[in-house]
């Protein structure tokens, strides 16, 4: 961010919000009053022909663009930088926010998403608001043919089969002579062709309490 942009305002206009395929949030197109245009993620609240400003002393309100160091601590952000003019890298799925917790000479401390601290350079530029489209994930597909048509967007295989459904020949899990995993442990008698992995394991994999009979 430049000085300017630090310590003055650019006004401008959302000029359309449209749906992208691929992003579960609607995409904004913004256009300042000095020409420059940018697509950006939308934050909740916000609508089309809405005013929006950028810079250090833009407004706290739902859409503006600040630097993350002249943001108020307690103020739901999205869209976050995490080097200045990055353009944005965190917090920018539908329904996603993160806390500005404090401020310290280091720079400004962040909740994330997941919950977890970050310190972020104060030149930093995040939006104000809550990124639309919340409460996405939690509606039901209803039909496996929609879930199908999602899976194959992300290029992932579905419906997957689960291991102990299949037949022995084709899985280690197979077989419906008795459920569970193949023994991985290998004998310390094995001839020396087998002899890999877990050797004479007394015990694999996390250990779990058991009740003393």
């Known amino acids: 961010m430049s000085k300017q942009e630090l310590e003055g305002t650019t006004q401008g206009s959302i000029i359309e919000i449209t749906h992208e395929p691929g992003r579960g949030a609607p995409f904004a197109f913004v256009k300042m009053e000095s020409g420059e245009t940018w697509h950006t993620v939308t934050p909740e609240g916000t609508f089309q022909g ?60 962040i909740k994330l998403p997941s919950g977890k601290t970050h310190y972020i350079n104060d030149q930093c530029r995040a939006t104000v608001g809550i990124i639309a489209g919340a409460g996405r994930v939690d509606k039901p597909f209803l039909k496996a043919g929609k879930k199908l048509h999602l899976m194959n967007a992300k290029g992932r295989t579905y ?44 015990s694999t994999g996390r250990g779990r309490k058991r009740l003393k009979v």
């Open 159 to 202: 419906p997957r089969t689960r291991g102990v459904a299949m037949v022995a020949a084709v899985h280690p899990y197979g077989s419906s002579k008795r459920a569970g995993g193949k023994k991985r442990p290998v004998s310390r008698h094995a001839p020396p062709g087998q002899k890999i992995g877990f050797i004479a394991a007394r």
């Open 50 to 109: 809405q005013q929006i400003q950028v810079g250090g002393t833009a407004t706290i309100d739902i859409g503006n663009v600040l630097p993350i160091g002249k943001i108020p601590e307690g103020t739901l952000v999205c869209n976050i930088e995490m080097a200045p003019n990055d353009g944005g890298k965190l917090a920018k799925s539908s329904g996603a926010y993160a806390t500005i917790v404090t401020h310290t000479p280091q720079g400004t401390i």
